[in-house]
């Protein structure tokens, strides 16, 4: 009778064990729609430089096809978003490096622009013809939200003749022109705005704190915090003789350590969020009517480790919150550029699930870290495998072909990044999601489970990124709401719809990305 009885004795305390190690691996997390935090302005990427050739030459149905990637707002016929549906779209005004490429120009050919401005001051607005045609592409798909943003003034109106920089001295432009650029600004956005393009932002700088005199691949200027206060307070005078109703986006800092850490060299644009978001800042912008209340910087250099990651989207947030005018923060550039043990390996699977949830760690962090109202990649396309669609040639061809025709391939950066702007759409509010019955660090969070929730007052969605090795279960209490509809993105899975489950028991594969939309 001892073995019989030892048996059902093992037996009970197996199951009791496999009861307890259940209940300890189900984390119980809580969405509460009463704590709200930012409202999200957009998710967006750059057409810099290569959808001028993509516009201009390849054929009208693969043309089609990556707009409706890009912008596109619908779902396939079994559920699955079809893109990224990006809610913002930046357009490079161009500074004339293609105008002016014999005298000391970009070298690339694939980096040089056109300029609407000729130095005689008469406009032609067929120009940027391939960039037009994916800005019409993006209205024709529900998007009419546009920045316009520049890397230097016309070269006709810098100090070197051209658009690259001669030094890290000051901007490259000469200083009876700060108000000619102005007006070139403001009147290419008039002429959109009368074709009906809504123009929502300027942005007249590009990573002023960047050492541009040492490259010459593509337009570009350093400048100085007082160059900054003089083309913002030039670009918004222009502004209002106009009566356009278009927002100044400044500064676009090259890197995010720049908001708030001094330099040595006093020139180096530094500090930016004292000196020129704070009412008693040595350059303050505040009083600026078409400044739009918002610092924009760049995610470059800070993406890893974690720690960094983390510690500079935490000092941005705490940075901001004393300046007394509720001014928002904006990721509004990336791509990748730094090599580092996650992320740096010969092409396959396992790489391209970790480029996607490197991204997608990125992303979460800068929204529920910094709070950031928009996340915005630098270009949306490019022939290396560091953004989100990748063009490359047809067979038996280079990639200098590519201007003329090609083939385009999503990549998990581009399926991770929709797992976020396909569902977070404009004027929706981050709100609070937190675990039950733990606290969960925004560093803890960062290599293991990442939650946030938006809603629009009514349908809630929650992006859970699994950066672990190892399927985590969860229960997500919203309201009453017993089920959600499910979108996963993994090394076999493209934001693929994976049907209605049951909030209170929900398993997140490992290294995996999971929207979950309550309505």
Known sequence: MKTPYRLFLLSVLCLSMAASLNAQETTAYVIDKNIKYQEIDNFSASDAWRMDFVGKNWPLEKKEHIADLLFKHEFDKDGNPIGMALTNWRVNIGAGSYENRENNE??????????????????????????????NAARERGVNDFLFFTNSAPYFMTRTGSTLSGDNLCINLQDDKFDDFARFLVRSVQHFRENGYNIKYVSPLNEPNVEWHTNSWQEGTFATKADIYKVVAELDKAISESGVDTKIIIPEMGEMKMLFEVDANERIPDDILRSMFYDDGTYSVMGFKN??????????????????????????????????????????????????????????????????????????????????????????VSLNEDVPLQLLPL??????????DGRVVTTKMFWATANYSFFVRSGMRRIDVRAVDK????????????????????????VIVNYADTDKCISLKCDNARKGKLYATSIDKDLQYIGKHKLKS??????????????
Not at 351 to 371: D, M, Q
Request: hydrophobic share 40%.
């Open 106 to 135: 970009v070298t690339s050919t694939w980096n040089r622009t056109e300029c609407f401005l000729s130095p005689n001051g008469t406009y032609d607005f067929t120009k940027q013809a391939g960039q037009q045609w994916f800005m």
């Open 291 to 380: 400044l739009y209340n918002c610092v924009a910087a760049h995610d470059y250099w800070t993406a890893y480790p974690p720690s960094l990651l983390v510690d500079i989207r935490t000092q941005v947030k705490d940075s901001l919150a004393g300046n007394g005018h509720n001014t928002k923060f904006w990721a509004s550039e990336y791509c990748i550029l730094e090599k580092n043990e996650e992320i740096t390996m010969p092409p396959s699977p396992v790489k391209s699930i970790n480029l996607g949830l490197y991204v997608a760690r990125l992303i979460h962090t800068n929204l529920a870290v910094a709070n950031a109202s928009a996340w915005q990649w630098w270009t949306a």
């Open 395 to 404: 067979e038996g061809l280079t990639g200098e072909d590519v201007k003329y």
């Open 439 to 462: 606290e969960v660090t925004p560093l803890e969070a960062a290599t293991s489970l990442m939650l946030s929730s938006y809603t629009d007052g009514s349908q809630v969605v929650t």
């Open 506 to 519: 929900l398993t997140i594969p490992a290294r995996s990305i999971v929207t979950v939309v309550v309505d």
